[in-house]
């Protein structure tokens, strides 16, 4: 029976080799319908045994901006709902306020919708640079769904191998164990490819978003006030940070003070001491 099993995987072993070798031409060969958002249908649904196609290209794209607004907050609002009208959602966002007033925001936002979102962020606000880095992956998507199939293929043949097994124990413990190490490689394939997939399917957008500088004397009044409510929060900050040093320290202090003073009342009494055993001589 062992002599079996290992006729069987090294048929395995054959047939994925030869897989491997035809996946390239596999990927050359196959062509995709495009609808009219200009993306197949099997760049995301797939097929029925869950292998995603490969088209002529497949492309992430990383989308770098930087805007000038007049409110950044307001313009911050705004973003996001632009992301939500264009059906992106938003991945990371930071808001810092002060003095240096600006956001940054990470959308990923469809890829056909990816040319408008751009031409829309331009009316929150002046556009003061923009950069784009467009990576080709077709490769790596052909090679995921080469490896998932011979995965699949060899996951079949281990359960066939299982389901007519009649030797004993330790060949059918040994076949449970290669079928198991098949299976964890599968699902470690299918979620880098689920990942590879996502970026694929939606564009990386990061936006910079900085306040306009205004001299401060062209809007005396506001700015007076802008400066007194900084003031105000310094003072506060201040105060504050006192307390909590002496509240911190409050504690370590007294212990020192005590010892401090135990120190001070032996070192007086030795000198009283001193003084009375001088005397008596």
């Known amino acids: 029976m062992n002599r079996v099993i290992w006729l069987t995987i090294a048929s395995l072993l054959l047939t994925l080799s030869t897989s491997s070798l035809g996946c390239s031409k596999d990927g050359a060969d196959t062509s995709a319908f495009r609808g009219p958002d200009g993306m197949a249908p099997s760049d995301v649904a797939g097929d029925a045994q869950g292998t995603i196609g490969t ?18 907050r307001e313009a911050m609002g705004s973003l996001r709902e632009l992301v939500s009208q264009h059906r992106g959602y938003v991945q990371e966002a930071d808001f810092f306020d002060g003095d240096d007033r600006r956001a940054g925001l990470i959308a990923r936002v469809p890829a056909p919708e990816l040319a408008a979102f751009r031409k829309a962020l331009g009316e929150l606000g002046d556009v003061v640079s923009e950069a784009e880095k ?23 043949r281990l359960l066939e191998l299982l389901s007519n097994q009649t030797g004993s124990l330790a060949d059918v413990l040994a076949v449970e164990e290669e079928l198991s190490r098949v299976r964890e490689s599968i699902e470690r394939i299918e979620a880098r490819q689920k990942t590879l997939e996502n970026e694929i399917a939606y564009a990386s957008v990061h936006v910079d978003i900085r306040a306009r500088y205004i001299a401060f004397w062209k809007h005396p009044r506001s700015s ?41 009342l032996s070192v007086r009494f030795l000198i009283r001491l001193r003084k009375r055993v001088m005397a008596a001589w």
């Open 224 to 264: 007076i006030a802008h400066a007194a409510r900084n003031g105000v929060r310094a003072a506060w900050s201040f105060l504050v940070g006192v307390v909590v040093v002496v509240v911190a320290a409050g504690p370590t202090a007294g212990v020192i003070a005590v010892l401090a003073f135990v120190v001070f």
């Open 134 to 156: 467009v990576d080709d992956v077709t490769e790596q998507r052909a090679d995921i769904g080469a490896r998932l199939r011979n995965a699949r293929a060899q996951e079949k």
């Open 55 to 72: 088209s002529e290209r497949a492309e992430t794209v990383t989308v770098h901006t930087a805007l000038v607004v007049e409110e950044v």
